[in-house]
């Protein structure tokens, strides 16, 4: 069975910093794109950025410049570094993994439970 737990929410102030990390674990052979939505209620969930395998990154234009998302394949995690924080980053922070369990090339999307990110003005 495969988990996919994020890390490192809480409470900052607007121009501040945080990290979050995210960790899969469970039956791994291979794990193709990682990434990171964020969602706040009554709004549909938005990519903030992704990773490929092989470190190929895309962001939303709107944090683009402020956040840096990074991974370690050996440690199958995932990390989203967010700096110059702004109050309309206050959202739920949800990491997804695409995660070959077997070796067969079928690959499933996993959702972690989310971390919550509160950045006040």
């Known amino acids: 069975q495969v988990q996919v737990v994020e890390s490192g929410g809480g409470l900052v102030q607007a121009g501040g910093s945080l990290r979050l990390s995210c960790a899969a674990s469970?039956?791994?052979?291979?794990?193709?794109?990682m990434g990171w939505y964020r969602q706040v209620p009554g709004k549909e969930r938005e990519l903030v950025a992704v990773?490929?395998?092989?470190?190929?990154?895309n962001y939303a234009d709107s944090v683009k410049g402020r956040f840096t998302i990074s991974r370690d394949n050996a440690k199958n995690t995932v990390s989203l570094q967010m700096n110059s924080l702004k109050p309309e980053d206050t959202a739920t922070y949800y990491c997804?993994?695409?995660?070959?369990?077997?070796?067969?090339?079928?690959?499933?999307?996993?959702w972690g439970k989310g971390t919550l990110v509160t950045v006040s003005s």
């Open positions: 997804t993994a695409d995660i070959d369990a077997y070796g067969g090339r079928y690959y499933v999307n996993y």
């Open positions: 469970g039956s791994i052979f291979s794990i193709a794109d």
């Open positions: 990773i490929s395998s092989g470190g190929s990154t």
